[in-house]
């Protein structure tokens, strides 16, 4: 397939600034969080305090991407998640770490210390009824005008989308797991 570069580029009618964005990262394919991480990333560059709250993923995961982003960027992160679903042995136990891991997003966004805020994987708890999705929205909306915040995770519910600046939407082509090959370190952790 041949493609022609483009000559001129997307016409914008107006350029705004904006204060903050919130952007989603949803879709059945890889990548919403590590999109997520790239963006921590950028935003330490330019020496924003940033903060992460993990919703599945928890402290015993023992993620390549807390390790880097707490030892060597400074990032505050917390690992509040209780894992996988089907790994449980309380499902009430783990809306309950749910239900802890939205309250210290609640702290985090009103302490206004933070210039990106990192939701990872929010979306299932909220998809669950675990966190009342209204809530999240009114919080986001309410953000001091500086905070930043990137969500993540599957199924984006339709007022999160609506919300967002930027929509992003993975999507699965082909993945290693559906050959029963198991997450690798380094790449997916």
């Not at 580029?9 to 590590?34: C, F, Q, W």
């Not at 950028?42 to 940033?50: D, G, Q």
């Not at 690992?79 to 309250?103: C, H, L, P």
């Not at 609506?162 to 997916?188: P, Q, S």
Request: net charge negative; aromatic share 8%; hydrophobic share 45%.
């Amino acid at each position: 397939m041949t493609s022609v570069p483009p000559e001129v580029g997307p016409e914008v009618k107006n350029r705004l600034a904006s204060k903050s964005l919130v952007i989603v990262n949803t879709g059945d394919g890889k990548g919403k969080s590590s999109s997520a991480f790239g963006v921590v990333v950028r935003a330490v560059a330019r020496e924003w305090p940033v903060g992460v709250i993990q919703f599945l993923k928890s402290g015993k995961w023992q993620v390549g991407e807390e390790k880097i982003c707490r030892d060597v960027l400074g990032v505050d992160w917390w690992a509040i998640g209780d894992g996988f679903t089907w790994d449980s042995r309380d499902i009430s136990e783990d809306q309950a770490v749910a239900v802890s891991a939205w309250a210290q997003v609640k702290k985090v966004i009103r302490e206004d210390k933070y210039r990106l805020v990192v939701l990872d994987e929010i979306t299932y708890p909220i998809n669950w009824g675990w966190i009342e999705l209204d809530e999240v929205v009114s919080v986001i909306k309410a953000r001091p005008v500086a905070t930043n915040v990137v969500i993540t995770g599957r199924d984006a519910p339709e007022a999160l989308i609506d919300l967002a600046d930027t929509v992003t939407e993975m999507r699965k082509i082909k993945h290693a797991f559906d050959n029963g090959i198991m997450a690798k370190k380094g790449i997916d952790y």
